[in-house]
């Protein structure tokens, strides 16, 4: 099972180069930022802990329970830097036990320290022993030296011939043969060609009484490691072997670890060729430069976002490339990111054509080579802050079309509002105008049928009472005439007959139908037609006949006795202007347009005078059919003048009205 080992870092140079060595030996090595050390350390269980430099040393305090149950190492920074020597002291001080390494030891001497750290931590360390053959023709020898290479723990098997040493070699792994030089129908150099054909990797030790020079030149010819002569002694034996163990070990051992050494240099070949491609081809800037703004390393995107060719932005100043505010925002952020030098910047720089490029800068400081820099992402957000304008505007006319909805329903309520004050007093007016005529009407017929029980029967006052009852029933009349009228033009029904017709001869009619009212009360009707030519309208008669009734009959009632009332008529332009001007009481200015709604009485009349205030919203609607304009304004002395403006050549419209009206 892989030891798993945490290295706890903070964008270390050494760190990365620990845990590719870490991984070079075989073990699975977690690297985390200290940000996220204490939910890993919860989760998760190491056999070995790394902390690099630059760690707060209140983190340390925190985790250090976790720190005292496994071997702790301590990645010294560079030497250079005092501050960062002074903050690395003052954790070694909570940690004195930890093994220190420094960025200047080779990579041998760190796998040697994390070897060592890690053996250190191991309960029971498995001790891999050789299996040995050994071969002799003499059976007493052969037992002796069995005897003691068992008492070492060795696994031993054995053979008096060749042939016998050929089967146990096929039958076993041989690590390391030990033979007798001198056997009866071979040597021992032959003995080890046939084992070491069938096992490859094993070694040999030959035991001899006459140590030749011939035969230890050929014993060394074909790889024998030792050659020891008899009397043997087996403190020396055991020595020989342990020897020649060691070096198969070693070799073993630097066998895989040059293949796993080559495994990792291939997967770390492939991953530089992948980052350099990813570095190289991304749109995004990727800076790196100290704390004074010297360039240290930039992509080819920084070359396009700076307008400056990549081999000169090395050595350039980071400062001299954007604007002076975001220099001052970086500066400021690198101050005041203490330990956790991790911060965001908004930026922005001038191209050559002068336009400024907004950019989102991702900056952490890192460990360049024993040196304090900063890797700086720098992201174009120009489509990023047009679409934020865009949105700005969009919310800008969306809360102002809220507003004026929000008006126009408040407007909207408020003519409602009004409306709905205007029928309650309209039913009041109506309730009352009919309650009027129709008891004026019920009291003289009760008067009338009680004279007739009389003798003798009193012709005048029956003649008195029908009078009022006629006088009552023509007024009932009226005011339901008014308002079938007034349902007829809501409901678009109300007959509409236009012909060519001479205005003059019309309100003349109209003067005519209201004199006796006027002849009552003493007022005089004046028409002013000095300054006006005959002229002819394509309108309905009866309407413009009404209209004049009505509003006659308004200056009427409203003009005190023995007055005048002016009708005036001017040609203008294309219209004909009717002016009906009393000596009454008047309108309240703010009255003025509301006077024209239905259900709607001047304030000033409402009282005392009678009406329902239909007579006005009728001609209103009757001068909207013929496309002219009504409207009242007070006169400069006394009174209160209402203007009719009529279109002379309106053929087209009338006749469109009228399809609509049919």
């Given at each position: ?15 990365m ?26 989760e ?41 020597i ?15 390494i ?31 053959l ?32 050929i ?8 690590d ?45 010819r ?48 492939e991953?530089d ?24 390393e ?92 865009l ?14 909805r929000t008006?126009?329903?408040?407007a ?13 007093e309209?039913?009041?007016n ?22 007739l ?5 009193p ?79 394509e ?73 329902t ?12 059919l ?18 009719i403006?009529?279109?002379i050549?309106?053929?087209n ?10």
């Amino acid at each position: 099972m892989l030891k798993r080992i945490l290295i706890v870092d903070n964008s270390s140079v050494l760190a990365m180069r620990v845990k590719a060595l870490l991984e070079l030996i075989g073990c699975e090595a977690v690297l985390c930022h200290f940000s996220e050390v204490e939910k890993i350390l919860l989760e998760q269980s190491f056999e070995m802990i790394a902390i690099a430099h630059g760690i707060p040393i209140t983190l340390i305090e925190q985790i250090k329970p976790f720190l005292k149950s496994v071997p702790t190492l301590l990645i010294a920074p560079n030497s250079q830097g005092g501050t960062v020597i002074d903050s690395f002291s003052d954790i070694y001080r909570l940690l004195p036990d930890s093994q220190v390494i420094y960025p200047f030891y080779d990579n041998k001497e760190l796998i040697g320290i994390l070897e060592g750290q890690l053996m250190m931590n191991e309960e029971e360390v498995e001790i891999l022993l050789p299996r040995i053959l050994l071969v002799d023709s003499e059976l007493d020898k052969l037992a002796e030296l069995e005897t003691a290479l068992k008492g070492a723990h060795i696994d031993v098997v054995t053979a008096t011939s060749l042939k016998e040493a050929i089967e146990q070699s096929i039958a076993y792994k041989i690590d390391i043969l030990i033979s007798d030089f001198n056997l009866p129908h071979c040597s021992g150099i032959d003995v080890y060609r046939k084992v070491k054909g069938i096992n490859p990797d094993c070694r040999c030790l030959l035991i001899t009484s006459e140590a030749l020079q011939s035969t230890l030149i050929e014993a060394i010819r074909i790889g024998v490691d030792d050659v020891l002569e008899k009397p043997l002694d087996q403190s020396l034996l055991l020595q020989s072997v342990h020897k020649m163990w060691q070096t198969e070990l070693l070799k073993r051992n630097n066998t895989e670890l040059v293949e796993r050494l080559q495994d990792t240099v291939d997967a770390l070949i492939e991953k530089d060729s992948l980052l350099r491609v990813i570095y190289k081809n991304t749109p995004d800037g990727i800076i790196l430069f100290q704390k004074s703004g010297k360039v240290l390393e930039a992509n080819d995107s920084c070359s396009s976002l700076f307008s400056v060719e990549r081999d000169k932005l090395v050595g350039h100043s980071m400062y001299d490339l954007i604007d002076r505010d975001s220099v001052n925002e970086i500066q400021d952020a690198i101050a005041m990111a203490l330990h956790n030098k991790q911060f965001h910047c908004d930026l922005s720089v001038t191209n050559n054509l002068g336009t400024v490029i907004p950019l989102a800068g991702s900056f952490s400081e890192i460990d360049f080579h024993g040196e304090s820099a900063f890797a700086a992402v720098l992201k174009d957000v120009s489509h990023l802050k047009h679409k934020e304008d865009l949105l700005r505007e969009a919310k800008a006319l969306l809360e102002h079309k809220v507003q004026s909805r929000t008006a126009e329903l408040q407007a909207a309520k408020e003519q409602a509002e009004m409306a709905n004050q205007s029928k309650s007093e309209f039913l009041a007016n109506m309730s009352h105008e009919l309650r009027t005529p129709m008891h004026s009407i019920l009291s003289f017929s009760q008067f009338g049928l009680e004279k007739l029980s009389k003798e003798p029967i009193p012709v005048d006052k029956l003649e008195k009472y029908l009078s009022r009852i006629e006088t009552s029933g023509q007024r009932l009349l009226s005011l339901l005439n008014n308002l079938l009228d007034l349902s007829k033009l809501d409901a678009g029904q109300f007959p509409f007959n236009p012909s060519k017709q001479e205005i003059l001869s019309i309100i003349r009619t109209g003067i005519e139908d209201v004199s006796g009212s006027a002849l009552s009360k003493s007022i005089q009707i004046r028409l002013n037609e000095s300054d006006f030519s005959s002229c002819y309208l394509e309108c309905d008669a009866s309407h413009i006949n009404q209209i004049i009734r009505n509003l006659l009959g308004n200056a009427i009632k409203f003009s005190d006795a023995n007055s005048f009332i002016d009708v005036i008529l001017r040609k203008e332009q294309n219209s004909v202007l009717v002016q009906i001007k009393d000596s009454g009481i008047g309108i309240p200015d703010s009255e003025l347009e509301h006077i024209f709604d239905k259900f709607a009485q001047s304030s000033t009349t409402n009282k005392g005078a009678g009406g329902t205030g239909l007579g006005l919203a009728i001609c209103r609607e009757f001068v909207s059919l013929h496309h002219g304009k009504i409207w009242a304004q007070n006169n400069s002395d006394k009174g209160a003048s209402i203007f009719i403006s009529l279109p002379i050549n309106a053929t087209n419209q009338t006749l469109s009205s009228e399809i609509l009206m049919s």
